[in-house]
């Protein structure tokens, strides 16, 4: 888990200059919002992103995801996509595609 954590700081750094993101909680878990609607979060030992189309589907495909489901109760999000540690090369470039859907209106 620190692994995770220590991946989800490196992006919270990277965007912590952009004056229109703010760290937050989603559902009780750690998350970044842009417009106040949240792109990217951090969950248990996995890094979720909020993603459509193409993106979606690169991540989707990558060893480990999952459509996240933060209630545990079988209810998974479908924009949602939950990465292990194992994908942070793809880290950058998901947490970048997830601020421009929100930031084109999702």
């Known amino acids: 888990m620190t692994d995770i954590l220590s991946e989800y700081e490196k992006l919270v750094k990277t965007y912590g200059t952009d004056p ?31 993603l459509s189309g193409a993106s979606h589907g690169k991540a989707i495909a990558l060893p480990g995801a999952l459509l996240w489901d933060p209630s545990g109760k079988g209810r ?27 930031a084109n209106g999702a």
């Open 76 to 102: 998974p999000m479908k924009e949602w996509v939950a990465l292990p540690s194992s994908a942070r090369p793809s880290f950058a470039a998901l947490a970048s595609a997830a601020y421009d859907y929100i």
């Open 20 to 50: 229109l993101v703010v760290a937050g909680q989603m559902f009780g878990k750690a998350c970044l919002k842009l417009n106040g609607k949240a792109f990217l979060a951090q969950h248990k030992d996995a890094i979720v992103f909020k």
